[in-house]
C-alpha cells in the first residue's frame, strides 16, 4: 500500500489544565510534569461520527479521489454512540461511498492494525482504494471525577486513503491478553434469564502499569523492525508513536539515542485521543509541508489487550 491522501478534525472544545483545576483536585504543574499536557480538544456538542466524516471527505479530497472512488473501508474505534451499526457504515452514508465497511477494535494501536489490514487487502487485490480512519472519544469512557484518569484524554479523528503500491516497508503487530491493568465495561441490557453478577463502569487503568509495558513494547517492536528493514534509527526522518504520554516519547528517544526532533508530537494540544492520535499527527506533519517523498517515518502504539502495532512506510505522495 501506499498512502496517498490524508485529513483529521478536533471537537471545538478546548479544554485548559487550569479549566480542570476548577473541579479536580490537580494542577497545571503536575499535569504538565507529568504527561506534557497542556490543553486537550473534547467532544461536546459535535457527535464522533461528524469528525471521522469530516476527516474522512479531508483524506478523500487530498487524494484527488472521489467517494466513489473508495472500495472499502475500515474505521478504528473503541466506543461511539452506536454499538451497531458500525462506525465505517456511517461514514459510508457521510461521504457518499458505496463500499464493504467494516470497525476494528486494537485499543490504541488500532490505526496501525486497520493499515496492515489494508496493506493486506491492497496485496490481495482485493481493493484498489481503501479509506482508513482513526475516529475515538476515549473522554466518554472516564470518570470525570477520577483525577488520574480524566485528565489524560482528548477527541478527534484522523483518516488516511491507501492504494497499491510500494509505501509498506514492514509492520509488526502483538497482543497479550493482559485485560486487568485497563479497560472499560458497560452494562449490557437485562434479560430474564442472566443470574450472573454483572459489574460495569468507567475506565479502569493501572497507569504505572501502563506506564511501563509501553516504553518496553514500544522499544521492542521498533529495535525488531529497524532490524528488518536493515536500518539505523537516524535512517529514519520521524517517529510517530502513539501521543498518550510525553515522558513516555522521551523514554523511547532515549532507548533509541536520538533527540527529540526525530519526534513529532501533538499529545501537548491534544491529549491521548487512543488510536486517533498517529493518524492526527501524520496529517498534521503532511499538511505543514513535514514531509517529503522518499521520507521514512515509524509509527508505533499500544494500548488495552494489551495490544501493540508498529510499521515502517515510505511517504510516497
Ligand atoms: N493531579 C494531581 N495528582 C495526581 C493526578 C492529577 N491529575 N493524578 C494522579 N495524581 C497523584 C496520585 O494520586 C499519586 O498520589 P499519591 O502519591 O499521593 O498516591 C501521585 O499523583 C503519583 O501517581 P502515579 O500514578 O504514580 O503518577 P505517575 O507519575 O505514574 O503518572 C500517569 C500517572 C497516569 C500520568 C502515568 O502513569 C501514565 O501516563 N501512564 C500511562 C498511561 C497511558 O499511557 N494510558 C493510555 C494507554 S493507551
Known amino acids: 500500500m501506499k498512502i496517498i491522501g490524508t485529513g483529521r478534525a478536533h471537537p471545538a472544545k478546548v479544554v485548559t489544565n487550569a479549566m480542570l483545576e476548577e473541579f479536580l483536585d490537580t494542577s497545571d504543574e503536575w499535569i504538565k510534569e507529568r504527561t506534557g499536557m497542556s490543553v486537550r480538544k473534547v467532544i461536546s456538542d459535535e457527535k464522533l461520527e461528524d469528525l471521522a466524516i469530516e476527516a474522512s471527505i479531508k483524506a478523500i479530497e487530498d487524494a484527488g479521489l472521489k467517494a466513489t472512488d473508495?472500495?472499502?473501508?475500515?474505521?478504528?474505534?473503541?466506543?461511539?454512540?452506536?454499538?451497531?451499526?458500525?462506525?465505517?457504515?456511517?461514514?459510508?452514508?457521510?461521504?457518499?461511498?458505496?463500499?464493504?465497511?467494516?470497525?476494528?477494535?486494537?485499543?490504541?494501536?488500532?490505526?496501525?492494525?486497520?493499515?496492515?489490514?489494508?496493506?493486506?487487502?491492497?496485496?490481495?487485490?482485493?481493493?484498489?482504494?481503501?479509506?482508513?480512519?482513526?475516529?475515538?472519544?476515549?473522554?466518554?469512557?472516564?470518570?470525570?471525577?477520577?483525577?488520574?484518569?480524566?485528565?489524560?484524554?482528548?477527541?478527534?479523528?484522523?483518516?488516511?486513503?491507501?492504494?497499491?503500491?510500494?509505501?509498506?516497508?514492514?509492520?509488526?503487530?502483538?497482543?497479550?491478553?493482559?485485560?486487568?491493568?485497563?479497560?472499560?465495561?458497560?452494562?449490557?441490557?437485562?434479560?430474564?434469564?442472566?443470574?450472573?453478577?454483572?459489574?460495569?463502569?468507567?475506565?479502569?487503568?493501572?497507569?504505572?502499569?501502563?506506564?511501563?509495558?509501553?516504553?518496553?513494547?514500544?522499544?521492542?517492536?521498533?529495535t525488531k523492525l529497524l532490524k528488518q528493514a536493515g536500518l539505523q534509527p537516524s535512517d529514519l526522518k520521524y517517529y510517530i508513536l502513539h501521543q498518550a504520554n510525553m515522558r513516555i516519547i522521551e523514554a523511547v528517544a532515549n532507548y533509541l539515542k536520538l533527540d527529540m526532533s526525530y519526534f513529532p508530537t501533538n499529545v501537548e494540544r491534544c491529549g491521548n485521543t487512543s488510536s486517533a492520535s498517529v493518524a492526527l499527527l501524520l496529517d498534521e506533519l503532511h499538511r505543514d509541508g513535514k514531509l517529503q517523498r522518499g521520507d521514512k517515518i515509524l509509527m508505533s502504539a499500544f494500548g488495552a489487550g494489551f495490544t501493540t502495532a508498529a510499521c515502517i512506510i515510505e511517504w510516497t505522495k
Open 70 to 222: 473508495i472500495d472499502y473501508i475500515i474505521c478504528s474505534n473503541v466506543v461511539n454512540e452506536y454499538v451497531t451499526p458500525s462506525l465505517s457504515c456511517i461514514i459510508q452514508g457521510g461521504v457518499g461511498a458505496k463500499c464493504a465497511c467494516v470497525d476494528v477494535n486494537a485499543a490504541c494501536s488500532g490505526f496501525i492494525y486497520a493499515l496492515d489490514m489494508a496493506d493486506d487487502r491492497l496485496k490481495s487485490g482485493k481493493a484498489r482504494n481503501i479509506l482508513v480512519v482513526a475516529a475515538e472519544e476515549p473522554t466518554r469512557m472516564v470518570d470525570w471525577s477520577d483525577r488520574s484518569t480524566c485528565v489524560l484524554f482528548g477527541d478527534g479523528a484522523g483518516a488516511v486513503v491507501v492504494t497499491q503500491g510500494e509505501g509498506m516497508i514492514c509492520s509488526r503487530l502483538t497482543t497479550q491478553s493482559k485485560t486487568s491493568c485497563l479497560y472499560y465495561k458497560r452494562m449490557l441490557e437485562p434479560t430474564p434469564y442472566i443470574t450472573k453478577e454483572e459489574t460495569a463502569g468507567p475506565m479502569y487503568m493501572n497507569g504505572r502499569e501502563v506506564f511501563k509495558t509501553a516504553v518496553l513494547s514500544s522499544a521492542k517492536d521498533i
